[in-house]
């Protein structure tokens, strides 16, 4: 197929419908966000073989559409909101309705053609979704106690019968983690090579297993920009600015710098890390972001070598 025949799908996603835009032929159309409406749509993008299928990630409601889509053997990619929005400016379109979005989806296909990456299974979805439920309630949890501040009596009352039913609550979503975990030899093994390297828990564990599983399979430069711990330049002529962190998934970011508090304390290589570069006058908080990154690196290393922690190597 030459390059003037190909042809690039983007969908955007709400609750209710999917607004799909096919470029170049210019259609544009809509269809019910439901197993009828997809089912549809899947026999008429099958039907023109598109070169690739772009969605934005919307909080979930792209997942149904993304797996039909991808069981048919097409190649779809989800990206996130803010690429698909700076595109959109970045080309001048400034409006915005959900047709707006499907063109500019479609227009994103054709010009960046971003990697088509596998969806994960039914069971590693169902993981992932414990894992930001559990994530959830501690939230709530937290919350409920601060609100707990200053109130009177009968309303510290209410308070704390709420915060003992989340905490049962939680105590429910951790269970059905670990039997999740137990059942699944894979997620057992990257269990206990994560939980092996000193500050290291198991609710960062299971969070790299359901949230970051590309760990291990691509190189220290791609996980540590994926994350968003690879410091970025800020550069133009002559200024020099400072380099920062920025994007990548913040939920496993932040994870695991709680992870590297730990690791600057009790783990043997990020300790003598973080306190070489305090010795050598670097800000406390620079220090323990570059010990994160080393933190990440390592593990991607173990990951990729299947091997548990090994103090005496650095990685």
């Known amino acids: 197929m030459s390059e003037s025949e190909k042809q690039w799908v983007g969908i955007d996603v709400c ?23 997809i089912s549809k749509l899947v026999q008429t993008l099958k039907k023109i073989q598109p070169e690739l299928i772009v969605i934005e990630a919307t909080g979930g409601m792209e997942i149904d559409v993304t797996v039909e889509l991808t069981t048919a053997e097409l190649a779809v990619a989800v990206i996130n909101p803010r690429q698909a929005r700076d595109f959109a400016k970045a080309t001048g379109q400034l409006a915005k309705t959900d047709a707006i979005d499907a063109k ?77 975990i137990a059942v699944n030899p894979d997620w057992q093994q990257k269990m206990d090579l994560l939980t092996s390297v000193p500050g290291i828990g198991e609710i960062v564990a299971v969070t790299l297993i359901s949230s970051l599983p ?79 990154h080393k933190l990440l690196i390592i593990l991607n290393a173990m990951m990729k070598q299947n091997s548990s922690w090994k103090p005496q190597a650095e990685s």
């Open 15 to 37: 609750q209710k419908y999917l607004d799909v835009y096919i470029r170049l032929s210019g259609k544009l159309f809509q269809v019910t966000n439901n197993k009828v409406g």
């Open 104 to 180: 500019v989806l479609a227009h994103f296909a054709d010009a960046i053609r971003p990697e088509v990456r596998a969806i994960s299974d039914e069971s590693s979805r169902q993981l992932e979704d414990l894992v930001a439920r559990r994530r959830q309630i501690s939230d709530m949890i937290t919350a409920e106690k601060n609100r707990r501040r200053g109130k009177t009596n009968s309303v510290k009352t209410s308070i704390d019968e709420h915060v003992e039913w989340l905490e049962e609550q939680l105590k429910e979503i951790e269970s059905k983690i670990k039997s999740a």
């Open 214 to 292: 590309e760990l291990g399979k691509i190189s220290h430069k791609s996980i540590s920009y994926l994350v968003g711990v690879a410091p970025l330049n800020r550069d133009s002529g002559k200024f020099r600015g400072k380099r920062k962190i920025w994007g990548g998934r913040t939920k496993v970011r932040c994870l695991l710098y709680m992870a590297a508090l730990v690791a600057v304390r009790f783990n043997p290589i990020i300790k003598t890390f973080y306190e070489r570069l305090i010795s050598k006058g670097k800000l406390k908080k620079v220090a323990l972001t570059a010990s994160l």
